[in-house]
């Protein structure tokens, strides 16, 4: 993936994306199981937060993890050096040019990454091509537009716009979620069906609201603070009483709602 990652690539965001992972892995990859033998294709794996739970739900499958960053490949070697997986190789190249044949893989899977590029309907078509006919295609995608929380001060409203106008100046979409079925369709996948996971905490919820608000959502926005503060979006002080009025959601008497998309097709030409 050549487009700007907007989060960064920090220890600290290492460190959000497990804590990510860990915490959504039931909701988001709840129904994604791939039979014994089968090749996947990872596009976009990361630091390997989501192979993970490709590889504990099917491990007898084998997966190919697809990036761009050395660094992330690194990481995402080292997880699968210290967990003894051999089902997995490791490959560094450019989602819009990947290095395979077409119909290399009888499988696709993306999650969290059409969002951080500037043309997803063009990488995930070429990515598809890749995909044998009549194979899966599933995305997953949040939609920071669908985030609702209580307390709703106006400063925690005005820092998460800036996470979304923040993204957006690189040229992605944080509001992509709600494209995941336009998206597919136009990429050329086939009998596409998107459902919505939500995500929703409050006190009742003490594992959701540790694990999503505290380790997920609110170290994501203070992420893009600097980039925030460059352009102007807010006032130093301003952010800090809008951190803190996040934080306020994940309180005995808060609550947060967020919703994400997952879409899944088959790749084109199959009968």
């Not at 050329?188 to 959502?217: L, N, Q």
Request: hydrophobic share 40%; proline share 6%; with cysteine.
């Amino acid at each position: 993936m050549s487009d700007p990652y907007v989060h960064g690539y920090t220890p600290r965001e290492a460190q959000r994306l497990g804590d990510q992972a860990g915490t959504l892995a039931e909701l988001l990859h709840e129904g994604t199981r791939y039979p014994a033998g089968a090749k996947i294709l990872e596009a976009g794996c990361g630091i390997g937060a989501q192979t993970r739970f490709l590889v504990e739900m099917s491990p007898q499958a084998q997966f190919t993890c697809l990036d761009i960053s050395p660094e992330s490949l690194a990481q995402a070697e080292a997880q699968a050096a210290e967990q003894g997986w051999e089902n997995l190789v490791f490959v560094r190249g450019d989602l819009y040019e990947p290095p395979f044949a077409p119909a290399s893989f009888d499988h696709l899977f993306v999650c969290f990454v059409l969002e951080h590029l500037t043309r997803p309907v063009e990488a995930l078509a070429g990515l598809a091509r890749l995909v044998k006919p009549g194979g899966s295609v599933t995305v997953i995608e949040g939609d920071h537009g669908s985030c609702y929380f209580h307390p709703d001060g106006e400063l925690a409203r005005r820092a998460w716009q800036c996470l979304i106008d923040c993204q957006a100046a690189l040229g992605g979409d944080s509001l992509i979620g709600r494209r995941v079925y336009p998206l597919m369709v136009q990429a050329g996948v086939k009998d596409v069906r998107v459902s919505p996971r939500a995500v929703y905490c409050d006190d009742s919820r003490p594992v959701w609201v540790e694990g999503f608000v505290r380790r997920t959502i609110i170290p994501m926005v203070e992420g893009v603070r600097e980039q925030a503060l460059e352009k102007g979006m807010m006032r130093p002080e301003e952010w800090d009483q809008g951190i803190d009025q996040l934080h306020r959601t994940a309180a005995p008497e808060g609550s947060f709602l967020y919703t994400f998309f997952k879409g899944v097709g088959r790749a084109a030409g199959s009968l």
